[in-house]
């Protein structure tokens, strides 16, 4: 496929250009997106395909259902919007969604869902998954299972983010400040990374519970969001406090931003702005320059 050509020098060019940052004092809107469908249940997180210029939103918290006829499919969509915000498409592709993100290794957009690590019980439907575009980059309701659950994520409800250069997942753990490093072809985490929340001036209930976001910037690796104090902090790839960035004071977040409504992509932090719109707005940050 053409289209798919384009992505990897792009991905690339991505990469090089982050490798070096500064932390903005207030937080930059780069983008915003209105959704224009209510989202089926509540939207996770975004991704971004730069080849496409398109941005996809995954919506999670609908169990896979079946029946005696039909195979277990979770009715959680996923939605495509173009770089200036608006609506592309929508997809079903039976996944109860909590990380999408584009994998610039395999060059897929790819989903992570509900109840990765099966620490709830085994569950069908839950694993890695890839989503089929069109040649275009619309989304398909087809997709093909990359693998199954992995125990190393540790919490059911964990939003990981990936880290193309060392194909590798950071999994933040629910209730408390410990980041998971999981490579995919283990069983078993290959380490934790502790956040120092407490020099950064936060508690725990204070930021986002199951996703940390990571930048690809050296000295700058993750991001975090503190809900209650509207701020982003900032950490290395050891969990040190490295500085923050301010939201905008008029944002009016709500208690499902702890858990839902995040994401990082573009080089930018997402956060749902429920309020705003018929259907919630998502707004992407400029957190480095």
């Given amino acids: 496929m053409r289209a798919l050509t384009l992505l990897i020098p792009i991905a690339l060019m991505t990469l090089a250009s982050t490798a070096n940052a500064e932390i903005l004092p207030e937080a930059e809107v780069g983008i915003k997106i209105p959704m224009v469908k209510k989202p089926t249940t509540r939207p996770f997180t975004i991704a971004h395909i730069p080849g496409f210029k398109r941005y996809y939103i995954a919506d999670g ?31 079903r592709p039976g996944y109860d969604n909590r990380s999408i993100y584009y994998n610039s290794n395999t060059h897929q957009l790819e989903t992570i869902t509900y109840n990765i690590s099966s620490d709830l019980g ?90 940390i976001a990571y930048t690809a910037v050296k000295g700058e690796e993750f991001a975090l969001l503190d809900v209650d104090h509207k701020t982003v902090l900032m950490f290395d790839i050891t969990g040190k406090f490295v500085g923050k960035s301010a939201l905008p004071k008029t944002l009016k977040l709500r208690a499902n931003n702890h858990y839902t409504g995040l994401g990082y992509a573009n080089q930018m932090l997402f956060v749902f702005h429920e309020p705003e719109g018929e259907f919630g707005t998502y707004y992407g940050f400029k957190i480095q320059k």
């Fill in 61 to 91: 918290g609908l169990a896979p259902m079946g029946s005696e006829t039909e195979a277990p499919y979770s009715k959680s969509q996923i939605h495509a919007y173009d770089e200036d915000g608006k609506y592309v498409n929508s997809s």
């Fill in 122 to 211: 085994f569950a069908p439907n839950s694993g890695i998954f890839s989503i089929h575009l069109t040649e275009a980059g619309d989304l398909k309701d087809s997709s093909d299972e990359i693998s199954q659950f992995n125990p190393a994520f540790g919490d059911s409800a964990t939003i990981p983010s990936y880290d193309a250069e060392h194909k590798r997942y950071y999994a933040k753990q629910a209730h408390g400040n410990n980041v998971f490093i999981v490579d995919p072809n283990s069983r078993e985490k290959t380490g934790v990374i502790t956040l120092e929340l407490d020099k950064a001036g936060a508690a725990h209930d204070d930021v986002s519970d199951s996703f």
